[in-house]
């Protein structure tokens, strides 16, 4: 079983960037989908990308062209490059892993990191 914890979240302004970490551990990693999702205030969560074990990616339409998924399988870790942050990306990001064909639900992914908070100030 796996177990995932995300770091890099912060305070940002308006148009700066911030990497998200997901740091993988027990389980292969190298089996695993790994998803980010996020989750305003009194929104539900909602996906955000991921990223197949051969490093394929897949956006939601409001963050192609802005982040970047990737992940280091030698360092079980996936990344995620967020640029020209605005007021609305603000939300906690949480990472997800799920073996097998899996699409952009939540409920398709059964392991689910702490999350953290990514605020961008206008």
């Known amino acids: 079983q796996v177990q995932l914890v995300e770091s890099g979240g912060g305070v940002v302004q308006a148009g700066g960037s911030l990497r998200l970490s997901c740091a993988a551990s027990?389980?292969?990693?190298?089996?695993?989908?790994i998803a980010w999702f996020r989750q305003a205030p009194g929104q539900e969560r909602e996906f955000v990308a991921r990223?197949?074990?051969?490093?394929?990616?897949y956006y939601a339409h409001f963050v192609k062209g802005r982040f970047t998924i990737s992940r280091d399988n030698a360092e079980n870790t996936v990344y995620l490059q967020m640029n020209s942050l605005k007021p609305e990306d603000t939300a906690v990001y949480y990472c997800?892993?799920?073996?097998?064909?899996?699409?952009?639900?939540?409920?398709?992914?059964?392991?689910w990191g702490q999350g953290t908070q990514v605020t961008v100030s206008s």
């Open positions: 997800a892993a799920a073996v097998g064909l899996v699409g952009t639900l939540e409920e398709q992914y059964p392991y």
């Open positions: 027990g389980g292969t990693f190298t089996t695993y989908i």
């Open positions: 990223i197949f074990p051969g490093g394929v990616p």
